[in-house]
C-alpha cells in the first residue's frame, strides 16, 4: 500500500515538474513574442518590417524556416520596396503572389492558420524553389478588413512540431499582429508617398528625385555597377499650351508620362523633373542598353497621338539627353550626383539646339573626372 502512495506521489511530482517546465516555457516564450511584437508595431518603414518579419521572428522563435507571402496585384508593395533599395527578387523568403485566388485557394476561404505535414503539391508556392523543404508547416492567414493580404509561413525539420492545434492562441495573435503592422506600415508609406509624387503625372517629383540620385551614385560607385540619367524634354512645349490650351497640355504631361514609364523596368526611376522636364535614373543599365531604352522613347513618343479634349489629338516630340557614370570604384559625393544629372541636362541641350526630336550622349564620368570632383 506504502509503495503505491510512494509511486502514485513520484507520479504526481514527475507531471508537477513537467507543468511548471511548460510554464515556464510559455513564460518564456510569451516574454520573446511581446518583445518582437513591439519591435513590430514601433515600425514605421515597410523595409524595415519584412526584415524584422523574415529575420528577427525567425530568431527569436527558433524557426527553422520562414516565409512571407504578400498578396500583390497592382505591385504596390514591390514598387515600395524596391523604391527602398530591396532587391525583392534577390530575397527568397519573400514571396511577391500577384493573383490572391492562388493564396485564397490554399486556405479555402477559412481564414484561420492551417498546420500539418508539408505536401510539395500544395505548398510549394509558399517556400523558395531548391531549398530543403520542411517536414511540417503552420500557415498563417494575414486578414485586413476581412481580405487576405498575405500569408506568414513556417516550417520545421521537426514533423511533430506543428500539429493540430500547437500553440493556435500563439499563432493566431502572431497572424493579426504581423497583418495590422503591415496595414499601418503600408498606410505611413502611402503617406510618404504623397509628398514625392507629382500630383498631376503621378510619377515621382523633384524631391523624390533629390533623395534617390545620391542613393544611387553611391550604390553604382560601391558596387562598380554602371547608372545611367537620362533627361527628357518635350520640344516646343509652350505651342502647346499656348494653341491648345493648358488643360490639353496637362493631358499631353499625363499621357507621356505613362508612355515613358512603360519603357522602364521596376527599379528604373522616373521623375517629374519640372514643367515639361523628366528625368530617368536607369541603375546598373549599360549605356548601350540606356540608348536603345531612349530612342525607342524617343520614337514612340513621336508616332503617339496624344488625346485631348472633344476627341482630338495632338502631337509632340521629345529630346532626350544621356549620361553615364561607368565604374569608377570612388567613393560617391553629392557631386557626382549633380555632375551627372548636368552632364544629361547639357546633352539635351545639345539635342535642342542640333534640331530637337533626338537623342544625344554626353561623354562618360570616368575615373579621373569623378576624382577630381572630389
Known amino acids: 500500500m506504502a509503495k503505491d502512495h510512494l509511486a502514485e506521489n513520484q507520479q504526481l511530482r514527475g507531471q508537477l515538474k513537467a507543468f511548471v517546465e511548460e510554464a515556464r516555457n510559455n513564460e518564456e516564450k510569451m516574454r520573446r513574442f511581446n518583445d518582437q511584437e513591439l519591435w513590430l508595431i514601433s515600425t514605421t518603414s515597410l523595409a524595415e518590417l519584412v526584415h524584422l518579419i523574415l529575420y528577427q521572428t525567425r530568431k527569436a522563435f527558433g524557426l527553422d524556416v520562414i516565409t512571407l507571402t504578400l498578396v500583390d496585384p497592382e505591385y504596390e508593395f514591390t514598387r515600395i520596396l524596391e ?9 527568397p523568403e519573400l514571396i511577391i503572389e500577384p493573383d490572391p485566388l492562388n493564396l485564397d485557394y490554399l486556405y479555402n476561404g477559412s481564414y484561420v492558420p492551417k498546420l500539418g505535414r508539408y505536401r510539395s503539391s500544395h505548398h510549394s508556392m509558399l517556400f523558395p524553389k531548391g531549398a530543403v523543404q520542411p517536414e511540417c508547416i503552420a500557415m498563417l492567414p494575414l486578414v485586413r478588413q476581412r481580405k487576405l493580404i498575405g500569408s506568414l509561413n ?25 497583418a495590422i503592422c503591415l496595414e499601418n506600415t503600408l498606410n505611413q508609406e502611402r503617406l510618404k508617398l ?4 507629382d500630383p498631376l503625372t503621378r510619377v515621382n517629383n523633384r524631391r523624390f528625385f533629390d533623395q534617390r540620385l545620391g542613393e544611387e551614385v553611391s550604390a553604382s560607385t560601391r558596387y562598380e555597377q554602371p547608372l545611367v540619367c537620362m533627361f527628357l524634354d518635350v520640344d516646343h512645349f509652350k505651342q502647346v499650351n499656348d494653341t491648345l490650351g493648358h488643360q490639353a497640355g496637362d493631358l499631353v504631361l499625363c499621357q507621356l508620362a505613362e508612355l515613358m514609364g512603360a519603357q522602364l523596368r521596376r527599379n528604373d526611376i522616373l521623375c517629374r523633373y519640372g514643367g515639361e522636364e523628366f528625368v530617368s535614373l536607369l541603375p546598373n543599365t549599360s549605356l548601350h542598353d540606356a540608348c536603345e531604352i531612349a530612342e525607342r522613347t524617343r520614337r514612340l513618343v513621336a508616332e503617339r497621338a496624344f488625346k485631348i479634349d472633344n476627341g482630338e489629338t495632338t ?56 576624382e577630381q570632383l572630389a
Open 83 to 91: 523604391g527602398s533599395g530591396v532587391q525583392v527578387d534577390q530575397v
Open 154 to 178: 513556417l516550417g520545421s525539420f521537426d514533423s511533430s512540431r506543428y500539429g493540430r492545434g500547437t500553440g493556435t492562441e500563439f499563432l493566431n495573435r502572431l497572424a493579426v499582429v504581423v
Open 194 to 197: 504623397v509628398g514625392l509624387t
Open 315 to 370: 502631337q509632340v516630340t521629345i529630346s532626350i539627353g544621356v549620361a553615364a557614370l561607368s565604374n569608377s570604384g570612388v567613393t560617391a559625393i553629392e557631386s557626382v550626383g549633380h555632375q551627372l544629372v548636368n552632364s544629361a541636362d547639357e546633352a539635351v541641350y545639345r539635342a535642342k539646339s542640333s534640331g530637337r526630336n533626338r537623342v544625344v550622349v554626353a561623354d562618360t564620368l570616368d575615373s579621373e573626372q569623378l
